[in-house]
C-alpha cells in the first residue's frame, strides 16, 4: 500500500513563479525524503527532514514537516524549466530505514517557459 | 564513480520466460533494494537486502526472487514472467537513508 500520497497529481506553472506540493502519510515515521525523477530515468534524492524537524533548506528547496498531521510539503523558489520532473516523498518502513522506503504516487510538475 | 548501474536497460520476454536483473553498485553500500513502477504509481519495492548474503522480501515479492552474493550485487529474478510484471525495475543501494537509484530497466511481458 501506499503510505505517502502526493497532492496535486499534477502542476503547471510558469518559469519564475513557486511550486508548492503536499504529501500525507499514514503512520509514524523517523524520517521522510523527497525525490525528484525526471522522465525516463531514476530517482534522485533530493532532501531529508528528520521527524524532530519542522523546517529545512536546501538551495532553492524547502521542507516542512507536521507530524501531528502527518503532512510534508515541498516549496521550490523560482523555479526553472530545468524542474520539471515528477517528485515523491518517501517514508521509512519501519524504524532504521535498511528495509526501504514506501513512495507516494508522486506530483507531476511542468515549467512553462 | 558509475554508481548504480542496471542490466539491461530493455528486455522482452514471453510470458513463462525467465530472466535474471543485475544491479551493481561501487559506494560500498550495505543495503540494496529492488522497485518497480508501474504507471502513475509510485516504486514498490520487491525485496532487499542489509548485507551480503541476506536477502528479505518488500511489499510485492510474488512471483521474483532475489541473490546478494557479493556485496556489490544484487540480482532479481523472473522465475516465470506474467504480463502483470511488465513494468520499469529500478535498483538502489544505500549506507542509512538516502537512496541511490539506478537508471532502470524497462520489462514487457507478451
Known amino acids: 500500500s501506499q503510505q505517502g500520497e502526493e497532492d496535486p497529481q499534477a502542476l503547471s506553472i510558469q518559469e519564475g513563479e513557486n511550486a508548492t506540493m503536499n504529501c500525507s502519510y499514514k503512520t509514524s515515521i523517523n524520517n521522510l525524503q523527497w525525490y525528484r525523477q525526471n522522465s525516463g530515468r531514476g530517482l534522485v534524492h533530493l532532501i531529508l527532514?528528520?521527524?524532530?524537524?519542522r523546517e529545512k533548506h536546501s538551495g532553492r528547496l524547502r521542507v516542512t514537516l507536521d507530524t501531528s498531521k502527518k503532512s510534508s510539503s515541498l516549496l521550490i523558489t523560482a523555479s526553472r524549466a530545468a524542474d520539471t520532473a515528477s517528485y515523491f516523498c518517501a517514508t521509512d518502513r519501519s524504524g532504521g530505514g535498511a528495509d526501504g522506503l514506501t513512495f507516494g504516487k508522486g506530483t507531476h510538475l511542468i515549467i512553462q517557459p | 564513480n558509475a554508481g548504480v548501474t542496471q542490466t539491461p536497460k530493455f528486455r522482452v520476454l514471453k510470458t513463462g520466460q525467465s530472466m535474471t536483473l543485475l544491479c551493481a553498485q561501487d559506494?560500498?553500500?550495505?543495503?540494496m533494494y529492488w522497485y518497480r513502477q508501474d504507471p502513475g504509481m509510485g516504486l514498490r519495492l520487491i525485496h532487499y537486502?542489509?548485507?551480503?548474503?541476506?536477502?528479505a522480501k518488500g511489499e510485492v515479492p510474488d512471483g521474483y526472487n532475489v541473490s546478494r552474493l557479493k556485496k556489490q550485487n544484487f540480482l532479481l529474478g523472473l522465475e516465470s514472467a506474467a504480463p502483470s510484471q511488465t513494468s520499469v525495475y529500478f535498483c538502489?543501494?544505500?549506507?542509512?537513508?538516502?537512496?541511490?537509484f539506478g537508471p532502470g530497466t524497462r520489462l514487457t511481458v507478451t
Open positions: 527532514i528528520r521527524s524532530n524537524e
Open positions: 537486502s542489509v548485507g551480503e548474503g541476506t536477502t
Open positions: 559506494m560500498n553500500h550495505e543495503y
Open positions: 538502489a543501494s544505500s549506507s542509512w537513508a538516502e537512496q541511490y
